[in-house]
């Protein structure tokens, strides 16, 4: 055929591309949806990675292949996924299905839209601001600005990058010249993006000063004020604060008020890493842990870690309502956010972000809202107390289990002390042999496909697992293998 004939029929057969689609939906519901929730399958089908990479056929070859076959590749790259979903994945701190996020998720990848302006994304500009104030609400603000990010990290270098704008406005010009070297103060609970943060924006690890925690994990705010004085004293110019609400492996909520007052004394930039615990926020009962969060001046919270949204979807929120976040980030490109529209060009967000294309977060969350409402998020969140309180409860009447401590959040961290080490604390290699349990559990657990949690050494503790209920779909007897299956893989050790 001709070049220019080539251009009169489209270079997509539509007919057998829907074909194709409904087939991969059917297969995407059965293996990943139904077979992926399926507490008789298995949550992971380990191969050793020179082995899957054989079984995967992975190369990328000149010729096409036939529908059938591609098919059978979706069924493949499902079969050896690990099923996040599956009732028994303890193992993130996200985990579990929803059904309408899923939804949501699937119409943001059809409809493959950016974020960034009216103009292409009518339905999803809207509806961004609208989630953003309901979370705001639920911070305690009337007001505010906001923006969804890629993850949680991306939120807390925002926090970051737009209290230094804040103080130093003159650095998005400048640069690093315009600055003297400034200091960050976060727990040493703290999630490591505070230093990824720190690094990528020319501050520097050096100048992340650790604040002592207690034994529970949270920030002691009378060290924060030594660090503060430290920093001083040693020529840097304190600007930022960061506390955790619910730290990545214990849990721990740090004491917002007393941080607050600290933060108000020597004016810096109060940021809450909620990524984990801002859920907490639509519980009624557990709510408390969060007391003082409206004081903050930004926050960052995760809905796609407690409530099931999916990957991803991270809100930045903010309390200052003078456009900061935009004149920190923006570059008014004129290609994209032409000021001559003929409609209002507020709705225009996309400037707010140092992302060009961006993708759709809000809609998951959104969709969930909407058919659970905010009283089926604050049951969702309850729940997931009530599964760890169910296992601490069991632990505590279980031979060779011992709890690292009393959890305040849903981080139920625990050891399992096999009957060979029961009773020998006292032994000079005792810890040492303990911190070897969980890595050989965690071993044949994956190699059974069982089930998956985690496990972390920490500060002087041996290896212990932390487990994660976020999933509605975890039952009661998930919660029963889980621990059974702990003691079956473990009590020969
Ligand atoms: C407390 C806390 N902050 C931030 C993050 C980072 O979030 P993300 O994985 O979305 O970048 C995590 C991740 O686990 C976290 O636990």
């Not at 949550?43 to 190369?59: A, F, G, N, S, T």
């Not at 809100?315 to 000021?339: E, M």
Request: hydrophobic content about 40%.
């Amino acid at each position: 055929m001709a070049e220019a004939d080539l251009l009169d029929v489209p270079a997509l057969d539509k007919a057998a591309g829907e074909e194709f689609l409904q087939e991969a939906f059917g297969v995407i519901l059965e293996e990943a949806v139904r077979r992926g929730t399926d507490v008789a399958e298995k949550v992971c089908d380990w191969k050793e990675p020179e082995d899957l990479r054989h079984l995967l056929d992975l190369e990328l070859r000149g010729h096409g292949e036939p529908q059938p076959q591609v098919l059978q590749r979706c069924r493949d790259i499902i079969r050896y996924s690990v099923k996040t979903c599956h009732p028994r994945f303890f193992n993130q701190l996200f985990s579990g299905l929803d059904y309408h996020a899923l939804a949501g998720r699937m119409i943001t990848e059809t409809l493959n839209t950016s974020q960034y302006t009216y103009e292409i994304a009518p339905v999803f500009v809207l509806m961004e601001e609208v989630v953003l104030q309901k979370l705001r609400e639920l911070v305690g603000w009337g007001s505010g600005d906001g923006i969804f990010c890629p993850g949680g990290s991306i939120s807390n270098m925002y926090a970051m990058n737009v209290a230094r704008y804040h103080r130093f406005p003159d650095c998005k010009r400048r640069g690093l010249w315009a600055l003297p070297r400034l200091a960050v103060f976060t727990s040493k609970e703290c999630h490591y993006s505070i230093q990824k943060g720190a690094a990528f924006l020319g501050i520097g690890t050096d100048n992340v000063y650790l604040v002592g925690a207690d034994e529970r994990g949270k920030m002691i705010p009378a060290e924060l004020e030594k660090q503060i004085s430290q920093a001083q004293v040693e020529g840097a110019v304190p600007f930022f604060v960061s506390v955790t609400c619910g730290t990545t492996v214990l849990g721990a909520f740090d004491p917002l008020v007393a941080v607050a007052d600290v933060c108000e004394r020597h004016g810096l930039w109060f940021h809450v890493d909620a990524a984990w615990g801002g859920s907490v926020l639509l519980s009624q009962k557990h709510r408390h842990l969060l007391a003082g969060i409206e004081r903050a001046n930004s926050v960052a919270w995760n809905p796609h870690k407690m409530l099931t949204t999916g990957l991803q979807c991270s809100a930045f929120l903010l309390r200052n309502t003078s456009g900061l976040l935009h004149r920190c980030h923006s570059a008014g490109a004129t290609y994209l956010f032409q000021p001559d529209k003929f409609y209002n060009v507020a709705w225009d967000t996309g400037d707010k972000t140092v992302q060009c294309g961006r993708k759709v977060d809000c809609l998951k969350l959104w969709l969930l809202w909407k058919a659970v409402g905010t009283e089926g998020l604050e049951k969702r969140v309850d729940r997931a107390f009530a599964c760890t309180r169910y296992l601490v409860e069991e632990i505590k009447k279980r031979e060779g289990f011992q709890l690292v401590m009393e959890p305040e959040f849903i981080n139920l961290c625990f050891w399992f002390v096999p009957p060979s080490l029961r009773g020998k604390q006292a032994q000079a290699d005792y810890w040492e042999r303990l911190g070897k349990v969980a890595p050989a559990i965690k071993e044949r657990m994956m190699k059974a496909g069982s089930m998956l949690v985690g496990y972390q050494p920490h500060g002087s503790k041996a290896n212990f697992f932390r487990q994660i209920v976020t999933s509605p779909l975890v039952t009661r007897q998930d919660l029963d293998f889980f621990l059974d299956e702990i003691e079956r893989l473990g009590r020969d050790l």
